[in-house]
């Protein structure tokens, strides 16, 4: 015979079921989201690192709208994170931007890698500042009773570097300020 109890006690181990079940799923939900999550931030680790590697490579204007973009990934992230109502696809989407931007700051980099062997004559070797000037001169020369011409080849960067006929004639303000500072550290 059933008892109104026995029909009471069915009717709460229902619901307990249901609610076990309702938790499950929104753990289940959870812990997809928690992965897909490190794994954004495992991108934009690498991303990060890409932009050092082209803030290395100097073009600034680049590096600095990679800068930007990194920063909006992350404040999306954040904002995933905090966003308990954000979608699956929300985070899909998010990471297809991702990627772009790896492939982008990929392409960067060999660009700039091509470029600066393309233009190491007209870099800094110390810190990669641009040739300012480049000028040729000859000096009138008195050699046994003889006057002589000797071609003097002047190249000078941007940060003070300055070579004449392939030697150093004045050092990159550049590297000396950061030797300066290395010392600075050590003492
Ligand atoms: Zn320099």
């Known amino acids: 015979m059933i008892t109104n109890e026995t029909i009471f006690f069915t009717q709460i181990v229902s619901i307990v079921g249901f609610l076990v079940t309702l938790f499950w799923l929104y753990r289940l939900l959870v812990e997809q989201k928690d992965a897909t999550i490190q794994l954004q931030r495992a991108n934009i680790a690498f991303l990060n690192d890409k932009l050092v590697d082209a803030k290395l490579q100097s073009p600034d204007v680049l590096a600095q709208s ?12 954040m904002r995933l994170e905090h966003d308990k109502s954000s ?21 960067l ?16 070797p110390h810190c990669g500042a641009p040739l300012v000037e480049k000028v040729y001169h000859s000096e009138p020369v008195e050699y046994q009773g003889r006057e002589l011409d000797i071609d003097h080849d002047c190249s000078t960067f941007d940060c003070g570097y300055e070579i004449v006929d392939g030697l150093e004639r004045h050092p990159c303000k550049v590297q000396c300020r950061s030797e ?8």
Do not use: P, S
Request: net charge neutral.
């Open 87 to 107: 979608t699956a696809q929300q985070i899909t989407a998010k990471e297809a931007e991702l990627t772009c931007a790896r492939t982008e700051a990929e392409a």
């Open 109 to 124: 980099t060999k660009k700039i890698i091509h470029a600066r062997e393309l233009l190491r004559d007209y870099l800094c």
């Open 180 to 187: 300066t500072q290395n010392n600075g550290r050590l003492v």
């Open 66 to 77: 990679l800068a930007g973009r990194v920063k909006l990934f992350e404040e999306e992230l």
